[in-house]
Antibody, heavy 119, light 107 residues
Framework: EVQLVQSGAEVKKPGESLRISCKGS????????ISWVRQLPGKGLEWMGRIDPRDSYTNYSPSFQGHVTISVDKSMTTAYLQWSSLKASDTAMYFC????????????WGQGTLVTVSS | DIQMTQSPSSLSASVGDRVTITCRAS??????LAWYQQKPGKVPKLLIY???SLQSGVPSRFSGSGSATDFTLTISSLQPEDVASYYCQKYNSAPPTFGQGTRVEIK
């Protein structure tokens, strides 16, 4: 059984940096991608970007390109979502999600990390 | 980019009612259409993939249909535990766009 466990809630000030994590366990034998999905308060789901843990290749939504960075550790078990300079508009819930195979069908989800950016 | 448009944005129905949600893609996506359920304060859950295939463990009252640009999620007999937001999503290529969501409530 695949499980994704995300890091805890964060409260930050505008301009600060932040990195949140998503640690996977269970079946990692086949190919898969890890994506990050944003959910603004009371709103819908937005795909931000994805990474292939095997080669660290990334693909971003144009809406998020240049504002966030997705990475993975060398063990390929933990994915990260990073901001260098947070804005109040980044206040949201962030989910990591994993596919089975090279597609964008999100079979497994992390529990979510709430990021609050406020002065 | 391909846009995904759901309707209605919200609905209220009685327990036991048949509920239908539609999703329209701005271009042909074949059958690369998934439906997710998100209960209030919870994590999204995959219900249906390939437009009509039920994910393991999902109750059989949920079904999906459609192809190309027009798709439907049906709950054959609405239950109290089905109160949630439902999202369609195209997943064949980037960006994997979600619909704006449909909120389902009990009347």
């Amino acid at each position: 059984e695949v499980q994704l466990v995300q890091s805890g809630a964060e409260v930050k000030k505008p301009g600060e940096s932040l990195r949140i994590s998503c640690k996977g366990s269970g079946d990692s034998s086949g190919p898969y991608w890890i994506s990050w999905v944003r959910q603004l308060p009371g709103k819908g789901l937005e795909w931000m970007g994805r990474i292939d843990p095997r080669d660290s290749y990334t693909n971003y939504s144009p809406s998020f390109q240049g504002h966030v960075t997705i990475s993975v550790d060398k063990s390929m078990t933990t994915a990260y979502l990073q901001w260098s300079s947070l804005k109040a508009s980044d206040t949201a819930m962030y989910f990591c999600a994993r596919t089975n195979g090279y597609n964008y069908l999100f079979v497994y989800w992390g529990q979510g990390t709430l990021v609050t950016v406020s002065s | 980019d391909i846009q995904m448009t759901q309707s209605p944005s919200s609905l209220s129905a009685s327990v036991g009612d048949r509920v239908t949600i539609t999703c329209r893609a701005s271009q042909d996506i074949s059958n690369y259409l998934a439906w997710y359920q998100q209960k209030p304060g919870k994590v999204p859950k995959l219900l249906i993939y390939a437009a009509s295939s039920l994910q393991s463990g999902v109750p059989s009252r949920f079904s999906g249909s459609g192809s190309a640009t027009d798709f439907t999620l049906t709950i054959s007999s609405l239950q109290p535990e089905d109160v949630a937001s439902y999202y369609c999503q195209k997943y064949n290529s980037a960006p994997p766009t979600f619909g704006q969501g449909t909120r389902v409530e009990i009347k």
